[in-house]
Structures are given as structure tokens and as C-alpha cells.
């Protein structure tokens, strides 16, 4: 399985960005995918699950009721819908798959390129 993020770019506080997973491979339909993120200076962390069916998310403290996860396993694409962002969700973002449905980033055994937040105060 390939990945490629894209859809950051730089939004102001209280705006929104729309993310997208892109997958290569005839087998990201039984994958499960994660969304992980790593702001300058610190370490990566987790921010969103969704299992390989779509029937299963978890989403982070820090960006539950203003993310939204889904994917379209016909498309190959997962999607990040991001609202009321914080210039605290500055980061770069990466999408993850793998076959064990985890918040741990060692649990993904693929991983797209990450794609770059910047949210402005």
C-alpha cells in the first residue's frame, strides 16, 4: 500500500481544511488508516482512527467535535475534514495504514509523505 496526503495549507484560527489520503494497492479497502500528526519541536502524535470498514472511529481529546474522519474505500481515499482549527493544530500531518486498528503509530505499517497545517492567530 502506497499513501499520499494532501489538502494542507495555511487556514486562520477558525477556519477549515479538508484533507485526503490517496492509496495505491488493492488491499487499503482491509487496511485500517490513522491520522497522525507532528508540530515542529515535538513528538508525533495521534489524532484519528477510522477501521478498515469505515464502522469504527477514535478520534483524539484535543480534536474530537471539530474533526471528522471518513473514507471511501471504492475511491481509495480517506478524508480529514478539519473545523474550528487552532493555531495549536499547526503541524504536518500523516496518513497510516495497517492492519491493527490502533492510537500507537509503531502499530501502521505504512505511511503516506505528510502534508503541511499552518494555522495563523
Known amino acids: 500500500v502506497q499513501l499520499q496526503a494532501s489538502g494542507g495549507g495555511l487556514v486562520q484560527a477558525g477556519g477549515s481544511l479538508r484533507l485526503s489520503c490517496a492509496a495505491s494497492?488493492?488491499?487499503?479497502?482491509?487496511?485500517?488508516v490513522g491520522w497522525f500528526r507532528q508540530a515542529p519541536g515535538k513528538e508525533r502524535e495521534f489524532v484519528v482512527y477510522i477501521s478498515w470498514g469505515g464502522g469504527r472511529t477514535y478520534y483524539a481529546d484535543s480534536v474530537k467535535g471539530r474533526f471528522t474522519i471518513s473514507r471511501d474505500n471504492a475511491k481509495n481515499t480517506v478524508h480529514l475534514q478539519m473545523n474550528s482549527l487552532k493555531p495549536e493544530d499547526t503541524a504536518t500531518y500523516y496518513c497510516?495504514?495497517?492492519?491493527?486498528?490502533?492510537?500507537?503509530?509503531?502499530?501502521?505499517?505504512?505511511w503516506g509523505q505528510g502534508t503541511l497545517v499552518t494555522v495563523s492567530s
Open positions: 494497492g488493492r488491499t487499503f479497502s482491509t487496511h485500517n
Open positions: 497510516a495504514a495497517g492492519t491493527r486498528l490502533s492510537g500507537n503509530a509503531n502499530m501502521y505499517e505504512y
